[in-house]
């Protein structure tokens, strides 16, 4: 019987695994099946589970969207919560869907040039008779981010209203991706140019050479000079989905370091077989409509 005990004891043992992850909370979900609370995490996909009182779903509603460290056991395939706790000193950033306050990247550096045109030869068909310039560069820089952890720019040229007068002209800005390569900026713009192309060629692309664009850093520098300037030229971190993200920025101070899935969803659809390709922005939720 002993023998039979100590067998039983190391069986479990071997099915009852102690760890611990970093993560953050994605969400927090009410079991249907038991009386349990589902954690999502999102560093690993993986929910973790607890016995359920109502002061444990307070304290878990609280860590949503948050870095946590979990100490958990494994039982046969699942995952038990042992401790739950705050670690946003650890700063890990896991999540990306997420506004983080410490998250600062700085562009890559993708290497020689080849890499550029390697990345320039994997964007997508940007047929400009299906969608608009912002949503083109949005999945373009969501590609070379997602595909390739890039973390890349935009580049956007601003046309001011005296241009817009003179030439009824039919757009007010022109945007596309920016990667660097050996401390050379160039932008990514497939559906204009063959090539990738230095920011000077770019903006030769869609004005005159003889015509100077300012760079500014802050849309009020655009607002407010739309008569002594043709056009003016503002480099954005990837996450900025349109103009009205930079206003909103400079204006109201809210700033953006994470992707939007609705923004995304919305995005797609300048590519063909769009659904098919970005499946896994099919989330459920409502898409952005204009």
Request: include cysteine.
């Amino acid at each position: 019987m002993r023998g039979f005990l100590a067998l039983t004891f190391l069986l479990c043992a071997f099915q009852a695994l102690a760890a611990e992850t970093v993560t953050n909370v994605v969400t927090v979900v009410d079991s249907l099946k038991s009386k349990r609370l589902l954690v999502l995490s999102s560093v690993d996909g993986r929910v973790y589970k607890i016995d359920s009182t109502k002061e444990m779903k307070t304290y878990l509603e609280s860590l949503r969207g948050r870095t946590v460290s979990i100490n958990f056991t494994e039982v046969n395939g699942e995952a038990f919560i042992n401790t739950i706790k705050p670690d946003d000193a650890r700063g890990e950033d896991v999540d990306f869907f997420t506004r983080n306050e410490r998250r600062e990247l700085a562009p890559t550096d993708v290497g020689g040039m080849e890499q550029v045109q390697r990345l320039f030869g994997l964007q997508n068909d940007g047929d400009k008779s299906r969608s608009q310039c912002f949503k083109r560069a949005h999945m373009w820089s969501y590609d070379m981010w997602v595909r390739e952890g890039i973390i890349s720019q935009k580049i956007y040229i601003f046309y001011s209203k005296r241009y817009i007068q003179l030439e009824e002209f039919d757009w007010w800005f022109h945007v596309a991706p920016v990667v660097t390569s050996g401390g050379v900026e160039y932008a990514m713009d497939k559906t204009f140019l063959d090539k990738p192309v230095t920011i000077p060629e770019w903006k030769q692309k869609f004005m005159k050479a003889s015509v100077t664009c300012d760079t500014i850093t802050h849309y009020e520098q655009y607002e407010s000079r739309p008569w002594n300037r043709l056009c003016f030229l503002m480099k954005t971190p990837m996450w900025y989905f349109r103009p009205a993200d930079i206003r909103a920025r400079d204006y109201d101070g809210i700033e953006k370091n994470n992707w939007a899935i609705m923004e995304l969803q919305d995005s797609r659809r300048a590519f063909k077989d769009a659904e098919e390709k970005y499946e896994a922005l099919d989330t459920g939720k409502r898409t952005v409509t204009h």
